[in-house]
Each structure stands twice: as structure tokens, then as C-alpha cells.
């Protein structure tokens, strides 16, 4: 059985976008998983693994092996369990890393901003202090502000990141191919991160991302789209 | 013989990245071509294949086949040569494909403005005319004052568009893998396109890409690293 350390905010609100993608891709593999709830404030649950950020996961199946990092989980995943793998391939792996590379430092990067304060207010309670001053430093103003700002001047530039995941939906169904894959899970924890939390409409009514994202939200009997979200 | 219309400066520079994705990939399935070159102001010479943009290919081994677009082209080579695929699985064309739609939303756009009066002096005298109106309306400003302002402040926002392949850089010698392909081959036209033009250090002395650069600019005999720079 593994564990998987995830992030909580209220509600039993489970957010965190590098999370979905362990999650998304323990499904895809048909392993079973528990999770732990971890709050920004109960971050001493992940010392054993050396880390201080989610996912890490401990696989008691091969004697509590501790891994972090979603990609390091992915990695250990298809080596630990080699059946429905995550990368057949090397060319299947080398893809998948550069979506995470590019989901993390660009797409990320411009969504942040919109959701900031909507994330603050479903913290926990006992988290929302720490979360406050972590990320006002990083953004160098007021939660509040920076996300009004985002959204009166960011909202375009964030949609325009997408643009090559568009390109791709243009040709195909899914961002990996014919079928979903860890590119498309990675996307998908991007999505799932602020509708975990935000009622803001983050596409236009006409983004043919929108399809691709339903199709995700159903995969793995609608895991996605049971999930609590802003609206509870 | 194939023969590839490419976009032609002053001195015999061949700017267009999206040639250089046609050259490399015929270079890469080691098939012979000649080059057309092709001025803004010579556009007529595409007709017959229904374009106004380079890369065009006409292929006199298959009936004088027309085919447009930097992908297309790509998809055609494997296609009507299988040997030496540039696409060898589903997943590599995705992969490559995804790149292609990063590269020209993302990379491009924020590069264009740095080099885009260098664009016009290395274009012939012939086309500057042309260049000039068709890019100073794109950008709403002169082609001078939209590259003095691009290099005052947005530097680091295209230096920062380059993350997700300094990430992949950081695990392996190549974009695609442990050799180069297709989506190294779409980065090294990025680059080559400004090479052929400008002076400006688009990249930090330290940045890893350097080093990648500098492999790429060695394949198929030094293609990139012979061709006519901004010095001549």
C-alpha cells in the first residue's frame, strides 16, 4: 500500500497541483493509495522523507520506501511497478519532462497571481497565517492586491500560456496522443489546482481547452471532477 | 532533388527559423536538397504551392509535390522517405509537435521584438520597405523604438521563457533525448534566426543552453555554426 502525503486546505479541499499529478498517475498505473492530509503548518509529517513540500509518498511495499518530488514519484513509480507504465519510452519521458518544466515555470508562473487570495481564504485556518506571509514576500504585495491586479491586466497573458496545449487539441484529443498520458496529467493538476479553490472563470466559454478539460475531470471514474471545489 | 524555398537577406543570410526546422530534418534523414532563395518581395515564387510563407518544398522525385509549412513539411519527409524517421513513434511526434506550438506562441513572440530592427537592416534593400510597414503595423510602433524598448526591459521575460528547456538541459544532453531530433532541431532554428542578424547576447555567459547551442551549431558538418552571421 502507499501513502501519499497530500495537501489539505478546509473542507478536506485537497489542491495542490503537484499532488494531482501523483494522484492522476497512481490511477493510471491502478495502484492503491491512502492519503495524509499535511496543512502548511503540519509540514514535520514529511521529515522522514527529507522534504519540506508535497507530494512524497512511502511505498510499504518495498519497506517504506520514502520518494519526493512528482517527478521522482513518477520516475519510481514505472521502475518500483513496471505495468501500465507511466513512460513507455524514452521519447514518452523526455516529453513528459519538458510539460513539467513548462507547466511549472511559465503556465504556473501566470496563474498564481489570479488565485492567490482565493487560495489564502481556503486554507485552513491554522495555515492562512503562514501561507499569508510566505507568499506575500514572494509576490511582494498584499495577497489581495497582487490578485486584483492579476486579474485586471493578467487574465490574457495567462490564457495565451495554453497556447501550445491548443495547438495540440487541434490535432489530437489529448495532449500526449490519442489517449491520456502523464502530460496530460500534469495539465490537469494545473487545472484542478485553482477550481479547488476559485469561482473565476479561468477560459473563455469558447476554448477548445475546455473539452480536453471535461475529458480529464471524467478520467478514473470522475476522480477530478468528485473532488471538492470552491463552490464546496 | 528537393528543392527548399527559403527566405534570403542581404549577404545571402537565411534568417527564417522556420526554414532552418525544414533544413536540419532534411540534413537529419540525410536527403539532398537545393535552396531557392525567396525575398519578401519575390513571394510570387511560392504560388504554385498555394503559399505566401516559406518554408516551401517542391519534390521532383514525387511528381514536383508542393508542400507548405515547416510541420507539414516534416510530416511529408516521413511520409514519402520512411528512412531515418524524424518521428519514429506517436509519442515523438506528439512530443515534437508540442514543442513546435511552444516555440512559436511563446519563444518567438518574446524574441521577435529584440531583434527586430536588426531584422530589417540584414533584410535586401528590395524588402526593407516591405518589412518595415508589414512589422511596424504588427507592432504598433516603429521597428527601432519597439527593439530599444524590448531590450531595456524584456530580456529576461524571453531569457525566461527558455526554463522548460534549461530543465530538460539539466537531465540530458538533448531537448528530445540523448541524441538530437526534430525538437532540437525546432530550438536551433529559434536561434538561428537572430544569429543570422544581430549582435545582441540573447543568453547570460553561464546559461546551460550555451552548451546545447554549441552542439547544435556542430551538426551535419557545422550547417549552423557555417552559415552567414550578423559579422558576415
Not at 497582487?146 to 497573458?157: F, S
Amino acid at each position: 500500500m502507499i501513502t501519499l502525503f497530500d495537501l489539505v486546505f478546509s473542507g478536506d479541499r485537497r489542491p495542490s497541483p503537484f499532488c494531482w499529478r501523483t494522484k492522476l498517475a497512481l490511477r493510471h498505473k491502478g495502484l492503491d493509495y491512502v492519503t495524509e492530509p499535511v496543512g502548511f503548518c503540519d509540514k514535520d509529517k514529511l521529515a522522514f522523507a527529507g522534504s519540506t513540500t508535497v507530494p512524497v509518498i512511502r511505498d510499504d511495499s518495498h519497506g517504506g520506501r520514502a520518494v519526493r518530488d512528482s517527478w521522482q514519484i513518477a520516475l519510481y513509480l514505472d521502475e518500483a511497478y513496471p505495468a501500465q507504465p507511466l513512460f513507455a519510452s524514452a521519447a514518452e519521458r523526455s516529453f513528459a519532462r519538458f510539460v513539467n518544466g513548462w507547466a511549472d515555470t511559465t503556465v504556473h508562473v501566470a496563474l498564481f497571481p489570479l488565485v492567490v487570495a482565493d487560495l489564502h481564504a481556503q486554507a485552513r485556518p491554522q495555515d492562512q497565517a503562514y501561507f499569508r506571509e510566505s507568499r506575500e514576500k514572494r509576490l511582494g504585495t498584499t495577497l489581495e492586491s497582487a490578485q486584483q491586479a492579476a486579474r485586471e491586466t493578467r487574465l490574457p497573458v495567462w490564457r495565451g500560456t495554453l497556447e501550445p496545449l491548443r495547438r495540440q487539441l487541434a490535432a489530437q484529443p489529448f495532449l500526449s496522443g490519442d489517449a491520456p498520458a502523464y502530460p496530460d496529467y500534469i495539465v490537469a493538476g494545473t487545472f484542478l489546482w485553482p477550481r479547488t479553490v476559485s469561482p473565476l472563470a479561468l477560459l473563455e466559454a469558447d476554448d477548445p481547452v475546455n473539452g480536453w478539460l471535461d475529458r480529464m475531470l471524467d478520467l478514473f471514474d470522475g476522480m477530478g471532477r468528485k473532488a471538492p471545489t470552491a463552490a464546496g
